[in-house]
């Protein structure tokens, strides 16, 4: 009797282990991306100062926060970067989102949840094998300077799902950011 | 009596204890290696008998898939080993299930060896792939830096070759059904494709009947076994075309992997065969820009047709396979505009006949 009493004790108490386990705060945010934090990571990490364009204020150029994190703007059209000469490795736009360099030309990307332009139809793993392939999709195209990849890819799975989170809850801007261009002798 | 049942039991205890034992001494060695930390070199992986002389171990089989992927022309040679006494399950034909301890080769030459690539699937359940780096005198073969070497080699028409990264592993092997591509029911069927590009003689490789046959493929589909796998097309140009696609775009543009999102299938497969068409002619193209095209097959026009595009360029930015290659495939591109061509006409054909329907 004793020993049956015992076992359904110790039944009980595996399942109400089990139970509180499910609840923990680890479990929850398992479950459930931590959307101040990913803002926090996107506003520590200045992703503003390439995917956001700047505009030119009373006190000098700011960042267009009606246009957050929207990337290169459409309508500012380039085919061709500046001639680079002496010291000079790269040269960006005034918005700070297109850049010229040895690579050719690169585009800040729209990170707004934009069906058609942005990051509407990612999902967190698109993004994830983004960042940690430095491919577009995992797959694609690499990434260009000066996203700093490299540094960005340091984030675990687990913030990188914040920031990502963060970006779904910001804003939609519908903003077709144009297609990279290779420098002439690449292409 | 007490002797009898005292030898009986000896016997007993020799022969249920002893079998195993001496099953154990005498198998093959099979060494298999953790995923997250490769051998040092190829030797070690277990490829040769000798690898002094670069003598080949008897358990390996040669295969050469009949769409093969284009690797700027570089000569390959490809390996399969599984552990004793094992064999791949196929009962899932477009995704088969190989058994742990499955390991892959495939060796790269331009002139000379220059990388031989590495698969292993770990008592995890997890596949670790690696890239070994020949001297240039051939005399071995290191492990690549995980980031891969760029400009490792000149491969042909003074373009460089590149030996990958983990990450471009990954890339084509982890969006597949299957992490290994080039050995599946297609790829290694009796009926080769004479208008493949690339593919080597039948006779260079192990083929789906013999595996079957030597029961190293079990749970094969009976319609498989019962004839070659073979894409349904309407000409043979079009049944190297949709080949083509499968073995150099449908690792990652399937309906089963990471990319399936993307609602491009270019692999084909046992329960569907080649969606292909289906899901790219008179397509709008999700990838827009200034001068690229807006569909991803126009039947008839090539210039207008963004898979065709991709295919023809090496732009770094544009070019598919996006990774792998730095030269354009000359005859994937003409055996692509003669397909297209040749869509165009039936297309024609098709609208004529509907008129002279309408007439009638």
Known sequence: ?187 | MDHQRLLGAALFALVTLGTPIWIALNAPRWTTHASSSPPATLAETGLYADARTLTLADVLLEYAPQYPLWTDGARKRRWIALPPGSAIDASDADAWRFPIGTKLWKEFAFGRRVETRYMELGGDGRWSYATYAWQPDESSATLAPEGGVAAACESSRGALHDIPGRFDCLACHEASPSPVLGFSALQLSSERDPRAPHADARESGVTLDELVARGLVRNLPAELLDNAPRIAARSSVERAALGYLHGNCGGCHNSRGALAELGLDLAWSFEHGSRALATTLDTPAKLQGRGLARQRLVAGAPAESLLFQRLATRDPYLQMPALGTHLVDEQARELMAAWIAELGRRERNSLAHGAAGTRR
């Open chain 1, 1 to 187: 009797m004793l020993l049956k009493t015992l076992s359904v004790l110790a039944v009980a108490g595996c399942a109400l282990a089990l139970f509180s386990l499910e609840r923990s705060p680890a479990a929850k945010s398992a479950a459930a991306p931590d959307v101040e934090r990913g803002k926090y990571l996107v506003s520590f990490g200045s992703c503003n100062d390439c995917h956001t364009p700047l505009v030119m204020g009373p006190n000098g150029p700011a960042p267009d926060m009606t246009r957050m994190l929207s990337g290169h703007p459409s309508d500012l059209v380039l085919t061709q970067g500046p001639a680079l000469e002496g010291p000079w490795g790269a040269a960006a736009t005034h918005t700070l989102t297109g850049w010229s360099g040895p690579w050719g030309l690169s585009f800040a990307a729209n990170l707004t949840p934009d069906k058609e332009t942005g990051l509407g139809a990612w999902t967190a793993e698109d993004f994830i094998a983004t960042i940690r392939t430095g491919r577009h999709l995992g797959r694609g195209r690499p990434l260009l300077p000066p996203m700093p990849v490299h540094y960005v890819n340091t984030l675990t799975d687990e913030d990188l799902r914040n920031v990502f989170a963060y970006l779904q809850r910001i804003p939609a801007v519908s903003n077709r950011v144009p297609q990279p261009v290779a420098p002439a002798q690449a292409r």
